[in-house]
């Protein structure tokens, strides 16, 4: 059932969701409020945009022209109708595609930075998948594989464009090798923990096309307190 919400604490801004999909979570909130963005930004990707949260915050944030990529149509549709019901379609495209098919003929170093909150799970045999088609493809390396997405970030980015990824800190290694395969050098790295004295749960990840090698490691990052309200630093992510 579909129903329209503020964007999670942007009281400006509308989303329009589908509880039987899957619906946009904190991770797409901490991507575009960790993504470096300067003046000289002219051209965002999206990739896998879902219904357009990222692409949404970013405008908060930029002058930029967005591009959002959604494999799914149903998916892809309901982030236009987001578009459109906060007056942004001059700064967001929303393209139902894959961006496998896109990047082969897409103009190559065209973007200063892609985005990507992308499937976390490998594909096992031992793999679990939920019947429900859309939560399999957003959670599960189905359609888009971690390699994908560095092996077309290489070939679309700007030489020195930006690639910032929200992941699962188990994938790390995996993200950093990968990233060091495609000429992207890791640059940047917050870990996300729902409260103090527990394991991290979010990665948030930024590599630099062709970049010089230098890695920072910035403090941790407290997304809940132990009343399970969010932290004060979260919350100025929605001021």
Not at 89 to 101: F, G, H
Not at 123 to 152: G, P
Not at 157 to 162: E, I, P, Q
Not at 190 to 210: D, F, H, M, S, T
């Amino acid at each position: 059932m579909k129903v329209t919400n503020y964007l999670l604490g942007y009281d400006k801004l509308k989303i329009i969701q589908d509880n039987e999909m899957f619906n946009f979570s904190l991770d797409s909130v901490l991507l575009p409020n960790f993504i470096t963005i300067n003046e000289s930004t002219k051209n965002i990707l999206d990739i896998g945009c879902g219904n357009a949260p990222i692409p949404l915050i970013l405008t908060t944030k930029t002058n930029a022209h967005i591009t959002g990529i959604e494999i799914q149509k149903e998916v892809s549709e309901m982030a236009k109708e987001s578009v459109k019901l906060n007056n942004l379609e001059n700064q967001i495209n929303i393209l139902n595609e894959d961006v496998k098919k896109f990047y082969q003929t897409a103009r190559p170093e065209f973007f200063d930075i892609i985005t990507c909150n992308p499937p976390y799970f490998e594909v096992k045999e031992t793999s679990r998948f939920n019947k429900n088609d859309y939560k399999t493809i957003a959670r599960h390396e189905v359609t888009l594989k971690l390699e994908d997405i560095l092996q077309i970030s290489r070939k679309l980015l700007k030489n020195g464009g930006t690639l910032g990824l929200v992941h699962r800190p188990e994938r790390l290694i995996d993200i950093l090798l990968t990233m060091r395969k495609y000429n992207i050098e890791p640059k940047k790295i917050r870990l996300v923990y729902p409260g103090k004295n527990k394991e991290a749960n979010i990665l948030l990840i930024e590599g630099k096309k062709n970049g010089k090698k230098g890695l920072k490691i910035l403090p941790p990052l407290y997304s809940h307190n132990p009343d399970g309200t969010y932290t004060e630093e979260i919350q100025k992510y929605f001021k």
